[in-house]
């Protein structure tokens, strides 16, 4: 049974056959998405709570572990990590690779209902999930900038403008705002002047509270009519709180202006964000696990016209951070790299052929292979990444072997005088076991990959099944429309004239019967030497560097400011500026932008931490790789006092959901919180006295300057002052407490009450 005789016999039905198959490739490639790496990301989900004013450690015993506790108990969690600082804790769960994130995060929001009657009652809003994973790298970061607004008014825009429609898109995970915080009116308190009167914080903070109040106070029927009753009961202004009347003394009134500075602000004043240098608020976008970002991308810049006109004019919105950049520009190389391969593979075939029309027929095949390809990844789902077009690109030195092996049978019989409709037909009956036993052994060579699980097999899955399909479709090419071809387009070879001398091919095939004969006749030598090949090989395999995936240039670089865990804010911004000034002056970096600050970030954030990205110009346009750049910026930050800023390259795969300092992570765990204490000290000691890594740092934050007030009970009890109400005196003074709640028609703000950091 001849399989290729059907299509020999019908050249337009095959010819259309073949047509239908590129077109299918051609339209599958213009609906494929891209990508840097075949989506193998861990489904990953972080918590978020807030306790405003908490202690880390009464974050972590009374908030984070009655969270952990319900969310240990959901199924398929492979980890649990939770971070607690001052007022807020980060719970970041990860899933095994095979969960739905949507079912998971359905899960999760069931824990946290559980667990929330296990929570405290004061807490300001309930915990809240996100669908991302704390430790990627922003996909894009959006700097607003302005000179009449001030940071808190671009903080409200952002809020209500920006974060709200950018949640909705597909693709984002997050949307973090940083850099200043939510509108306010700030009361801060003046202790002397409060002790002069003899009133209490609680006393204002009572005040206060009941000054703003927005509920409902019903209707009059009259008759026919009904009125609907308002009153002047919300103070939305700081001037609205500046005639308050706070209590009475010598039959006076005291007001709020005497005792304290009311003014408009924001919520947390200890926020700093910076593009370029300059005051901005920074709108930083992450993407959910395993949405693709290039279309994440596109879909927000399509969206950012419509957003920038619901806008006042005077808030400049750009684009400082865009991590799509590097990838289309490394999946264009890629994809010329596959077309270059494709055009050597032709001419290559060309000058050992010495036949344009023998030529023509791989040379078709090959792209047709190729192409059509791209149609079945649609189907399965597949990206253009870096490593399915390597796939692919290696494919092309496979897919030719299969034309070639039918071309020359068939080639072979045109040479002893056969036509070239028999030539076709016998040419390809007689090898057309070869070709499918050929194929099925290359493709068996991928079955390992194909049932290897984890994150390697994801990551590699899409790389063999790439290759297989290549080589199917390769298989069926060679099989239909390479003999059909042969037999149109063959003719028989001219007799080469013995006068005319030995062609090119020729003396390479007389020059490789010499070479041939040499090593026959040196039997042993050349044996010694596959020998000491062999051996070189594992000598080699030894020593060579190993990894678990080849380190990056995306251009990207990620920052991580850390200093004194005893610093002010403001030391702290100082030194965030001194740190963006070293690194914008260095000739490779395009942009900059970081924030510091407990508010900004939405998230787990220090007063003495910031965060600091930076996107690097072209590698056109610079001599230096990534790591260069860190290497020469490292002994200039070095030089700034009190604070370290660490540097690493972003990169497209990246395991766990930790932020760290670096790309590489040491977890210690214990039962005994005293013991991490003790060790993990010891433990940073010795890496930075390792002369294989640097930049060593640790997440451990516990010798920071504290006040420990120990409460005599005993007195208290006899003056009738209870715990709580030390602690609500003590949060109404040093705890920037959100004491009310002024709502507006886009949004909710507070009325913040600190006594004034000037006493």
């Known amino acids: 049974m001849n399989i290729s005789a059907p299509f020999i016999a019908r050249p337009v039905a095959t010819t259309l056959l073949t047509l239908a198959v590129a077109i299918a490739g051609v339209l599958g490639f213009s609906k ?149 915080a939510l509108p306010a009116v700030r009361v801060d308190l003046n202790p002397q002047a409060l002790y002069h009167y003899g009133i209490g914080l609680e006393d204002v903070r009572a005040a206060l509270a009941s000054a703003n109040a927005n509920s409902p106070k019903g209707t009059i029927d009259d008759g026919d009519r ?3 009753i308002y009153t002047n009961d919300q103070a939305n202004e700081a001037a609205d709180y500046i005639p308050l009347v706070i209590a009475y003394r010598n039959g006076a009134g005291v007001r709020l202006s005497d005792v304290a500075r009311v003014h408009n602000s924001v919520q947390d004043v200890r926020n700093i964000g910076l593009s370029e240098g300059e005051p901005a608020v920074l709108v930083i976008l992450y993407r959910q696990p395993g949405a693709n970002i290039i279309e994440t991308i596109d879909n927000v810049r399509a969206e950012l016209p419509h957003l920038e006109a619901a806008m006042p004019a005077d808030m400049n919105v750009t684009v400082a951070i865009d991590r799509s950049t590097t990838i289309r ?50 189907l399965f789902g597949y990206s253009l990444d870096i490593l399915s077009l390597m796939a692919l690109t290696i494919a092309t030195g496979f897919v030719v072997d299969d034309a070639i092996v039918v071309l020359e049978n068939t080639s072979r019989h045109l040479e002893e005088g056969m036509p070239r409709l028999e030539a076709a037909l016998r040419g390809a009956r007689e090898v057309s076991f070869t070709v499918l036993s050929i194929s099925l052994s290359l493709i068996a ?40 071809m042969c037999a149109l387009f ?108 407990v508010g900004s970030g939405g998230g787990y954030a220090q007063i003495n931490t910031g965060s600091v990205f930076v996107s690097l110009k072209p590698l056109s346009q610079r001599d230096v790789s990534v790591d260069q750049v860190i290497a020469r910026l490292r002994p200039k930050l070095a030089q700034v006092p009190g604070g370290r800023l660490y540097l690493a390259a972003v990169q497209d795969l990246r395991a766990g959901g930790r932020q760290s300092n670096a790309q590489y992570q040491y977890t210690l765990q214990s039962d005994n919180v005293e013991d991490l204490y003790t060790w993990t000290p010891k433990l940073v000691a010795a890496l930075e006295h390792n002369a294989v890594v640097t930049d060593v740092s640790t997440d451990q934050q516990q010798k920071g300057l ?54």
């Open 32 to 180: 494929l998405p891209v990508s840097p790496l075949p989506q193998v990301d861990f489904p990953t989900i972080t918590v978020i709570a807030q306790l405003p004013g908490a202690s880390p450690n009464t974050v972590a015993t009374s908030v984070a572990e009655p969270l952990e506790r319900h969310l240990g108990q959901i199924a398929d969690v492979t980890e649990m990590t939770s971070q607690s600082g001052i007022g807020q804790t980060r719970i970041t769960l990860q899933f095994d690779v095979s969960r739905d994130i949507d079912g998971a995060a359905r899960d999760v929001q069931a824990a946290i209902n559980a667990a929330r009657a296990d929570l405290p009652t004061n807490l300001v809003t309930n915990p809240t999930y996100r669908k991302t994973n704390p430790a990627d790298a922003p996909i894009l970061i959006l700097a607003m900038t302005s000179k009449t607004f001030t940071q808190g008014q671009m903080y409200d825009a952002a809020s209500n403008v920006l974060a709200q429609r950018l949640s909705q898109l597909s693709g984002i995970g997050n949307v973090i705002i940083g850099g200043s």
């Open 445 to 484: 060579v991928f079955i390992p990959i194909l049932l290897m699980g984890g994150i390697l097999g994801r990551l590699f899955r899409e790389f063999a099944v790439t290759l297989s399909v290549a080589i199917l479709v390769s298989l069926a090419i060679s099989l239909t429309t390479t003999p059909m």
């Open 706 to 759: 504290e006040t420990y007030l120990e409460v005599d009970r005993d007195a208290a009890a006899r003056f009738g002052i209870s715990p709580r109400q030390i602690n609500n005196t003590l949060y109404d003074a040093f705890g920037q407490r959100q004491v009310s709640i002024i709502y507006s028609a886009i949004n909710q703000y507070h009325v913040v009450m600190e006594v004034d950091p000037r006493y």
């Open 329 to 378: 520009a490394s999946l264009h190389d890629t994809e010329l790299t596959l077309v270059v391969a494709i055009f050597l593979v032709t001419v290559v075939v060309y000058l050992f052929l010495r036949n344009f029309r023998a030529t023509l027929i791989p040379g078709v095949a090959v792209p047709i292979s190729i192409i059509g390809t791209f149609g079945v990844m649609y």
């Open 226 to 228: 009904r009125y609907q």
């Open 490 to 597: 063959l003719r028989s070879a001219p007799v080469q004239s013995e006068a005319r001398g030995p062609t090119l091919f020729e003396r390479m095939r007389r020059g490789y019967g010499r070479t041939l004969t040499w090593a026959l006749r040196h039997r042993r030598l050349v044996l010694l030497i596959f020998i000491a090949t062999i051996c070189l090989n594992v000598e080699l395999y030894i020593i060579v560097p190993k990894g678990f995936f080849p380190q990056q240039d995306t251009g990207r670089l990620i920052g991580s400011l850390q200093a004194d865990q005893s610093i002010s804010f403001q030391a702290m911004s100082r030194k965030l500026q001194q740190m963006v000034s070293i690194v914008r002056q260095d000739p490779a970096v395009a942009t900059v932008v970081g924030f510091t600050g």
